[in-house]
């Protein structure tokens, strides 16, 4: 067996340490060296050739967003950012996302024995996934076109969106095209507790919709994207003609919270034929079952294709369990998304 070969950059020797333990203690992979600071890891990647990149942010000699930025454009390959500055969901974060990282993780308590098993097991989660990674689609720009219709869709129509591993970086895609007037939008993104509201802002900033992070009991409204915070399941439930959210603390569905099939079923319960369901680039199978509820439940269906995929790890199972009416690109998922309901509208008028 071919094991992941892991380089890591960052100027802590502890932490240097730490990770090259955690990645050794792998059967799987192996740490081929590490690095304090970018300068070193341009010439340590040249010679060991590395499938995945554990990157700092805060560092000497060259800051680890613009080292990513370089890595980027001149030799593309899985990066997955492990830094203190991820802990505070901070603009940092969403950086490194956007310039192509895979995923991020905070680095751990060192006072926490618990805490830094379950941190090992995320940090070799990662990195599997990061080495099946498809670079093309992270390092596209999203489309600024803007998809716009006059169409009054009525306030039962609903869209629901689930992703994972790259999904930031669709989700900015999907949303950025979508007009004031589309229905509300409901997405769970597997992220942890203090980042989702740094990533509604940002998102806020970039399209015309509204996006906001979610707020147990509030009215769902058209023209706004609502984003589960992290640690929060989010479900909706019938408020006169539309939907009100409503969050919860219970266990983690398919190792989750916020879990997609948490959402899904709860749409294809209450909004059933007015709503569409799309699940985006991610690992594992969390919202495959919810999205086929909501095509058994009249909703119409999506998933995101292989080739656009980053991971494609959940559309693929919700495809197997044929809970997918389409797949589709995903510069094409936003303008399937208002086309459904509009043929439906049009349906109805006859």
Not at 326 to 345: C, G, P, Y
Request: glycine content about 6%; aromatic content about 4%; charged content about 20%.
């Amino acid at each position: 067996m071919n094991k992941i070969r892991v380089l890591c950059v960052d100027d802590s020797a502890l932490m240097r340490n730490i990770i090259s333990a955690v990645v050794n203690q792998q059967p799987d992979m192996e740490m081929v060296a590490t690095a304090p600071d970018p300068i070193t890891a341009r010439e340590l990647i040249k010679k060991f050739n590395p499938d995945v990149l554990t990157l700092d942010i805060d560092m000497p000699r060259m800051n680890g967003l613009e080292f990513l930025s370089r890595l980027m454009r001149l030799r593309p390959m899985p990066v997955v950012m492990i830094s203190s500055l991820t802990a505070k969901g901070s603009a940092a974060t969403l950086n490194a996302l956007e310039l192509g990282a895979v995923d991020f993780i905070a680095k751990p308590d060192a006072r926490e024995v618990k805490a830094i098993d379950a941190w090992a097991s995320q940090v070799s989660e990662k990195i599997r996934t990061a080495a099946k990674v498809t670079l093309t689609q992270q390092v596209s720009a999203p489309t600024q076109t803007k998809l716009l219709t006059a169409t009054r869709l009525g306030e039962e129509k609903i869209i629901a969106i689930g992703s994972s591993t790259g999904g930031t970086e669709a989700l900015r895609q999907v949303l950025m095209p979508l007009p004031p007037s589309c229905p509300a939008v409901l997405i769970a993104q597997h992220m942890p507790p203090g980042f989702t509201r740094s990533f509604a802002q940002r998102l806020n900033s970039l399209c015309a919709m509204s996006v906001k992070e979610a707020v147990d009991g509030e009215p769902v409204l058209t023209g706004t994207a609502y984003i589960a915070p992290g640690d929060y399941h989010m479900e909706i439930e019938r408020f006169g003609k539309g939907y009100q959210i409503r969050l919860n603390t219970h266990q983690p569905v398919n190792r989750h919270r916020p879990s997609v099939d948490v959402l899904f079923h709860s749409v294809a319960k209450h909004a059933g034929q007015h709503a569409t369901g799309a699940i985006l680039t991610g690992m594992g199978g969390d919202g495959a079952r919810g999205l086929l509820a909501m095509r058994q439940a009249g909703a119409h269906t999506l998933a995101q294709s292989e080739k656009s995929c980053v991971v494609f790890g959940m559309p693929r199972e919700a495809i197997a369990l044929q809970a997918a009416i389409e797949v589709a690109d995903l510069d094409e998922i936003a303008r399937r998304l208002l086309d459904s309901f509009i043929r439906n509208t049009r349906a109805k008028a006859r």
